[in-house]
């Protein structure tokens, strides 16, 4: 990716951290947008640039379109051009069906739905005038399957699939859009509670995902794949086999 610019969201911690530095290593320029991690996208930023290639943080709360063209201004502005967008921020919390009320479905809406679109609009806005593009959407397992407790996650995630599928209509032949869809992804930190030995026993290939197998999907699809566009790609060990 020498030469190239990228920017992703929700880039300074887990998934969104692991992607930055994938792209960072294959040589892209990076673009760490945060909206409350910020020592974590800093920290993100300054190894991108101990790897000889240019990056910057970018604060702005993708749920807001405002903030969302400032950023993209500033983009602009900076590197003159941009090559890929992945859309990785999002928030995840759980709610039963009773105790889901208009603010809990407003804010994931949001964040996981209308963010994603203001900044493919705005990435498209860029990557029209230069005669390519690539925008990568990290959707969910969730979109795909029924999770009770996350049924207001679960629709954004599957109007985020439905999006990416539009928009590789929408913005074909010059910009690609296709999205990610984690499974159980597990982080060194986390506690192996008995929760999650009974999740990993349900996943086929019998173990959980890691940021870097996120990382390494949208990675090749940002570099060998010039014939993908409007597909979802499910990382998550089988489970979404029927």
């Not at 190894?47 to 910057?56: F, H, K, L, V, W």
């Not at 963010?115 to 593009?133: D, E, H, I, N, S």
């Not at 019998?206 to 999907?217: H, L």
Request: include cysteine; hydrophobic fraction near 45%; charge should be positive.
């Amino acid at each position: 990716m020498q030469g190239q610019v990228a920017l992703v969201t929700g880039a300074g911690k887990r998934i969104g951290r692991e992607i930055a530095l994938t792209l960072g290593r294959a040589g892209a320029d990076v673009i760490v947008n945060y909206f409350q991690s910020r020592q974590g996208a800093q920290a993100t930023a300054r190894e991108i640039a101990a790897m000889g290639t240019r990056s910057i943080t970018l604060r702005a709360d993708v749920s807001r379109p405002m903030q969302v063209a400032a950023m993209f201004r500033a983009v602009q502005r900076r590197f003159g051009r941009l090559d890929l967008l992945v859309n990785n921020a999002g928030i995840f919390f759980a709610r039963t069906w009773d105790e889901l009320d208009e603010e809990d479905f407003d804010r994931v809406l949001a964040a996981n739905l209308k963010g994603p679109f203001f900044c493919a609009q705005a990435a498209a806005r860029v990557m029209m005038p230069q005669g390519r593009g690539n925008i990568i959407n990290i959707s969910s397992l969730g979109g795909l399957q029924s999770w009770p407790t996350y049924m207001h996650y679960c629709a954004s995630k599957a109007a985020l699939i439905s999006l990416t599928k539009t928009l590789a209509k929408a913005l074909a032949p010059v910009i690609r859009v296709n999205s990610v869809a984690p499974g159980s992804i597990l982080f060194p930190d986390e506690e192996r509670t008995g929760a999650v030995r009974n999740m990993i026993r349900a996943i086929p290939l019998q173990k959980g995902g890691t940021a870097d197998d996120i990382a390494q999907t949208v990675l090749f699809l940002s570099t060998h794949s010039e014939f993908i566009t409007g597909q979802i790609i499910a990382v998550d060990g089988g489970k979404s086999i029927p």
